[in-house]
Nanobody, 119 residues
Framework: QVQLVESGGGSVQPGGSLRLSCTAS????????MGWYRQAPGKQRESVAT???????NYGDSVKGRFTISRDNAKNMVYLQMNSLKPEDTAIYYC?????????????WGQGTEVTVSS
């Protein structure tokens, strides 16, 4: 079993920055793909950024050039540095862990941390 706990959310003005952290515990290890997803009110959950076990990252189009995902395998931590925040970045941000095995994918979610971007 894997437990994910997010932190670092809050309120910020447009153009500001926040750094989200995700602490992973349990059976998680460096083999997991980690990611950040978000869900705004009335919208579906969307992928923000993912990072593979090898360190390759992918970003949603709306955050490219502004957000950076990173991981510290020794500490079982994943981070999301968010710069140049916009009101449309307002959402609950969820940490995600995936483990791919033949025939099955294990998926885990944190409880989320709220980010509000408003003047």
């Amino acid at each position: 079993q894997v437990q994910l706990v997010e932190s670092g959310g809050g309120s910020v003005q447009p153009g500001g920055s926040l750094r989200l952290s995700c602490t992973a515990s349990g059976t998680v290890n460096s083999a997991y793909e980690m990611g950040w997803y978000r869900q705004a009110p009335g919208k579906q959950r969307e992928s923000v950024a993912t990072i593979t076990s090898g360190g390759s990252s992918n970003y949603g189009d709306s955050v490219k050039g502004r957000f950076t995902i990173s991981r510290d395998n020794a500490k079982n931590m994943v981070y999301l540095q968010m710069n140049s925040l916009k009101p449309e970045d307002t959402a609950i941000y969820y940490c995600n862990a995936k483990l791919y095995r033949i025939g099955v994918t294990y998926v885990y979610w944190g409880q989320g941390t709220e980010v509000t971007v408003s003047s």
